[in-house]
């Protein structure tokens, strides 16, 4: 990766719907060259994912929830399987006193709740620590 795919990348991560033909004017490049730039990165794993966050009132409500996974348990296999549930947006393995952090949605507190004790069913699943989040910094 060099300091233009590194740009892109800057771009895309503000606004993933960015055009190729507008990042090319920002970066110094073609479409077509942005275009082959962005297929490479995804190749490579550079780029996972498109996504779209959700702010107002279409998520109301949000929450970080640690969760601890039973000690036989695959953290894999755990994290797998939260990021499928409903009301899950984001799903990291991470290290200290829980394995999982996931970032959860929704419009209502009963529908967060919901998705809450969804996490907290998920086979291997120890424990959980919910945080709400109240105020988000850009």
Not at 16 to 45: C, F, P
Request: overall charge neutral; some cysteine; hydrophobic content about 40%.
């Amino acid at each position: 990766m060099d300091e233009i795919d590194k740009n892109i990348l800057e771009i895309l991560k503000k606004d993933a719907s960015t055009t190729n033909s507008k990042i090319g004017r920002a970066v110094g490049l073609s479409e077509g060259a942005v275009r082959k730039r962005i297929i490479d990165m995804r190749k490579a794993g550079v780029i996972s994912r498109f996504t779209v966050e959700v702010r107002g009132p279409a998520a109301a409500v949000r929450a970080v929830v640690f969760v601890q996974v039973e000690n036989h348990a695959d953290n894999k296999s755990a994290c797998k399987k939260v990021s499928s549930l409903s009301g899950v947006e984001r799903v990291w393995e991470i290290t200290g006193d829980y394995d999982i952090c996931a970032l959860a949605s929704a419009m209502t507190m009963d529908e967060l709740n919901s998705s809450i004790d969804s996490i907290r069913e998920t086979e291997g699943v120890a424990g959980t620590k919910t945080h709400i989040i109240t105020k988000e910094w850009d």
